[in-house]
């Protein structure tokens, strides 16, 4: 049995017909740039974020960058954040001329640590930046209290997370702003590039919408420095297609989740540690990630048996080459470099059936046997 990390294949034939009919409207009406898909996709988005404004841009990552530009974060700045996340985060942070601050993780939800940032936080420190890692929120309501306490921008880096929760607050509603990426594998996922950031800032969304047009306003005239980072009408119409499929799509992912963790924690407890979903908190399952033992070897075997892994992420953003002259060396992060040597991504997507579950948790029983 061959087993991927999702099947977007199978998903594109439950919708097929109503892709292909939305993209034919977009290739009839030659509207291609900033057209009524966008508006459209923007405003569910806000409406799904409970909060005012969404601004589609190219992908995930522009949404960081521009979410921290729009902000008024630049050249001198601090920014605190996690190292245990996708390059993106960190490489936001740079580009924005501001510095990375790493700190490090919660143990149990790979999520930021609230009580290890008023330690960081200097006179340079301008923002947060909260990475809602797999799919489960932050903790939202600590950070707040933190950034409202020193007068920090908050953002949420939501690329792996829209629809989580915790307590009831949505992704975006207790942030500056929230930023997504619809990167063809996440769970609203577009047939390429594409991202939007989202928020209850009046000003900052104003600023977001003059950055991804090369700054200007209006058309030609440019008062600040901004690039090109539209998000496509063919990609928002494909979109629209799926949001409202999310959150059926979401549901069989926790019930995916609710499996491995009941299976795995009877039959290999002691050798794997799934996931924690806190209490009252709303996981949208990403990724479902383990700590496993002897993890390399583990990845290789499944491998071997047709199944597919993913470790995210085997280098800690403090330990990357790019980032030698922050000064980090091994050992400044402990229980982020536990975790990479830990971690281990399962197959996850909607379409997934029992009996590839079955034959997964068998193998993973059979190598630790």
Not at 36 to 52: D, F, G, I, P, R
Not at 70 to 77: M, S
Not at 129 to 139: F, R, S, T
Not at 223 to 232: A, E, I, M, T
């Amino acid at each position: 049995m061959k087993i991927p990390m999702l099947n977007l294949a199978e998903q594109y034939q439950t919708i097929k017909e109503d892709v292909l009919t939305e993209l034919d409207k977009v290739m009839s009406s030659s509207q291609f740039i900033l057209g009524s898909n966008v508006k459209q996709l923007e405003a569910e988005v806000a409406k799904l974020s409970n909060v005012a404004h969404g601004i589609g841009v190219a992908n995930g990552s522009d949404a960081i960058h521009i979410a921290l530009q729009a902000a008024g974060v630049g050249e001198g700045d601090e920014v605190i954040t996690t190292a245990f996340t996708f390059f993106a985060t960190g490489g936001a942070v740079a580009r924005a001329n501001a510095k990375p601050v790493y700190v490090d993780i919660d143990p149990v939800t790979f999520n930021i640590d609230p009580a290890k940032i008023e330690e960081a936080i200097t006179e340079k420190t301008k923002a947060i930046i909260a990475v809602h890692l797999y799919g489960q929120m932050a903790d939202m309501e600590s950070l707040r209290t933190i950034a409202d306490k020193h007068s920090l921008v908050l953002i949420e880096d939501a690329a792996q997370a829209i629809g989580a929760k915790q307590n009831g607050k949505t992704v975006g509603e207790l942030g500056t702003a929230a930023t997504y990426s619809f990167f063809p594998t996440k769970n609203l996922g577009a047939y390429g590039d594409a991202g939007m950031l989202v928020t209850n800032n009046d000003e900052l969304a104003d600023n977001a919408r003059i950055i991804r047009v090369h700054g200007s306003k209006p058309k030609y005239y440019h008062q600040v420095l901004g690039y090109n980072s539209r998000l496509d009408e063919l990609q928002a119409a494909i979109l629209n297609v799926k949001l409202p499929y999310l959150a059926k799509w979401t549901e069989q992912r926790r019930t995916h989740a609710a499996y491995y963790t009941q299976q795995l924690q009877t039959k290999v407890g002691q050798y794997v540690t799934t996931p924690t979903e806190v209490e009252g908190y709303y996981h949208v399952y990403h990724q479902y990630t383990l700590r496993v033992e002897r993890r390399n070897e583990l990845q290789v075997y499944l491998q071997e048996q047709g199944i597919a892994t993913m470790i995210y992420y085997p280098v800690p953003l403090h330990l990357q080459p790019v980032f030698t002259y922050l000064g980090y060396k091994e050992g400044d992060l402990p229980v982020t470099e536990k975790a990479t040597k830990e971690a281990l991504s399962l197959p996850m997507f909607p379409e997934m059936k029992q009996e590839q579950q079955d034959f997964i948790i068998a193998k993973i029983v059979e190598f630790y046997q």
